[in-house]
């Protein structure tokens, strides 16, 4: 094809033109199965424990984020894994009126929590935390992998971290949706989104104008 000087295309075809060879597609890490970890964590100052392992995994691998992910992605997004038996750490989730995650930023408590739980993360390219404890409310994430060092080894890894436990299987506090969803499930679309890679879906709102004038940044701009 070639454009003419009024700026019209013209089309042609030529018989001695042959594709000879494609380059192999390439799986995007993104894509396929997501191999999971899920450890559960609680504290000396936590309530009683909201669900087992059971009923945690059945929830994580065969519920609505399962689904939901499915059908966003076309098919091309699966989660499986393990859910790790549940863990107390040795200190309070409230430390000095904040609420301290457990290990995000702290190498020798996520070394403990990965050495107690016995996890071979060579099986893993993500890992999720949930922590049991009224204070630790909402999730947090990487935004994609990134190198940790756990016990001496460096590992290719997303990191997520997801609380609000005590309203885990309530119905989803973000508003009403056409389908069955929990706040445990809005968290773990949301955050292992930003394990994915994902951002959030930032607007920038300029009133009436085109972009001039006084605009503000909307962290959240799609609630979808």
């Given at each position: 094809a070639y454009q003419n000087s009024d700026g019209s295309l013209n089309i042609t075809q030529d018989n001695q033109i042959q594709i000879l060879s494609a380059p192999?597609?390439?799986?995007?890490e993104t894509t396929g199965d997501q191999p999971l970890a899920v450890l559960l964590v609680d504290f000396m100052d936590s309530g009683?424990?909201?669900?087992?392992v059971a009923e945690i995994s059945s929830t994580i691998f065969n519920g609505q984020f399962q689904n939901f992910y499915r059908e966003q992605s076309y098919g091309k997004i699966s989660w499986s894994g393990q859910v790790y038996d549940w863990q107390r750490l040795n200190r309070n989730g409230v430390v000095n009126g904040t609420c301290r995650w457990p290990g995000f930023q702290n190498s020798t408590?996520?070394?403990?929590l990965f050495s107690a739980a016995q996890v071979d993360l060579t099986r893993y390219s993500r890992v999720?935390?949930?922590?049991?404890?009224?204070?630790?409310?909402?999730?947090?994430?990487?935004?994609g992998q990134s190198t940790f060092t756990i016990n001496g080894q460096n590992y290719q890894l997303s990191f997520a971290t997801i609380g609000s436990l005590d309203i885990w299987n309530q119905?989803?506090?973000?508003?009403?949706q056409p389908f069955s969803w929990t706040n445990l499930d809005r968290l773990l679309?949301?955050?292992?989104g930003h394990s994915l890679g994902l951002q959030h879906s930032n607007g920038w709102d300029c009133g009436e104008q085109a972009f001039t004038g006084d605009c503000r940044h909307v962290e959240y701009g799609n609630g979808f």
């Open positions: 192999a597609a390439t799986l995007l009683p424990r909201p669900f087992t408590e996520l070394n403990s999720l935390v949930l922590a049991s404890n009224p204070c630790i409310q909402g999730g947090l994430s990487t935004i119905t989803s506090n973000r508003g009403p679309s949301h955050e292992l």
